[in-house]
């Protein structure tokens, strides 16, 4: 998989991006992360890349021509994802869904957004991580390429480690953990996962899934 990174801050993502997992991942070569600096197609010796609104109002707004050569440089017809909080919420499915592209153009606004006429040109997906505004969309970046990356096969250790997973299961969040010792605080460890005993184990974990979702979120409950 390779994410093609449009941003005003490459550094940060590329800092972001090769540590724990996602840098383990790189350094094999499962995945690839290559920024493209949209500073670079300034529209003047200035760095200018934003500019006033048309109409007047508050803040700037990222200029559409540098934005589509940064685009145009990267010479592929990928998936472009603008990172925006007027986006489709991202969620489990759809990262699954991302897993299975090779590649990934993923699109950072910033200041108060793009010019209308790029996103209108390029972008094929316009997703949120949340309801909430960032300062970037580089953050919102890391977190899609984190959670599409560990659906790669190799990329976590056991294939396993992502399909027991919160929402990876029947839209449910994951059963509670335990590991040594076997009291901790008065708080004892689930007699039935020391019981050796699989099967029980796995009816065990599924019941606590539903149960869990159900205290928690129980808008996932279907």
């Not at 290559?34 to 048309?54: E, K, L, S």
Request: charged share 25%; aromatic share 8%.
């Amino acid at each position: 998989m390779t994410f093609h990174v449009l941003t005003l801050f490459p550094q940060m993502v590329d800092e972001a991006t090769s540590h724990s997992i996602l840098g383990r991942a790189k350094n094999a070569g499962l995945i690839s992360v290559r920024c493209v600096d949209i500073r670079g197609f300034a529209v003047n010796r200035h760095g200018q890349v934003d500019d006033a609104p048309y109409g007047g109002g508050a803040g700037m707004v990222m200029m559409a021509p540098p934005v589509y050569d940064a685009y145009k440089s990267i010479g592929s017809g990928a998936r472009v994802v603008y990172l925006s909080p007027q986006g489709k919420l991202f969620n489990q499915r759809m990262a699954e869904e991302f897993s299975r592209e090779g590649e990934l153009i993923l699109l950072c606004g910033h200041y108060e957004g793009l010019d209308e006429r790029v996103i209108e040109e390029i972008v094929t997906d316009e997703v949120s991580v949340g309801d909430y505004v960032l300062t970037g969309g580089e953050p919102a970046a890391l977190v899609l390429m984190d959670a599409v990356s560990r659906l790669i096969p190799g990329v976590l250790g056991k294939d396993e480690s992502s399909r027991d997973e919160s929402f990876s299961e029947g839209n449910l969040l994951e059963y509670p953990h335990y590991t040594r010792p076997p009291a901790f605080m008065g708080r004892a460890v689930p007699e039935v996962l020391l019981s050796g005993h699989h099967k029980k184990v796995e009816e065990w974990r599924r019941a606590q899934a539903v149960e869990r979702t159900r205290k928690k979120r129980p808008e996932l409950i279907t």
